[in-house]
Nanobody, 127 residues
């Protein structure tokens, strides 16, 4: 599967952005999806994940209550709504996907669990 993320940009602290990640292929509903980010000089970190059905989600503590992950399986797209943005949210945000069996209803937090990665989109939050 190929992933194309977009929606990044420059925003002031307290503002909002919505990232989108479009996936190719016809079996998007068989994939757990995740968002990760990498700030300058730092390692990539987990942001959010959503189960293949969309019923389960999980977030990093640093974004809980401010970010919302969702998906539209009919449109092969996963979203990351980011509200109350802070300068420390500045990073390149990447979406990732991993195919899971039909019986798997969970989520995945670790980047090593993901098979496919998008190219990333830069989010810059000014103070």
């Amino acid at each position: 599967v190929q992933l194309q993320a977009c929606g990044g940009g420059l925003v002031q602290a307290g503002g909002s952005l919505r990232l989108s990640c479009a996936a190719s292929g016809r079996t998007f509903s068989n994939y757990v999806m995740g968002w990760f980010r990498q700030a300058p000089g730092k390692e990539r970190e987990f942001v959010a994940t959503i189960s293949s059905s969309g019923r389960s989600t999980d977030y990093a503590d640093s974004v809980k209550g401010r970010f919302t992950i969702s998906r539209d399986n009919a449109e092969n797209t996963v979203y990351l709504q980011m509200n109350s943005l802070k300068p420390e949210d500045t990073a390149v945000y990447s979406c990732a996907a991993v195919r899971v069996p039909a019986y798997f209803s969970g989520i995945k937090r670790h980047e090593s669990e993901y098979e496919y990665w998008g190219q990333g989109t830069l989010v810059t939050v000014s103070s």
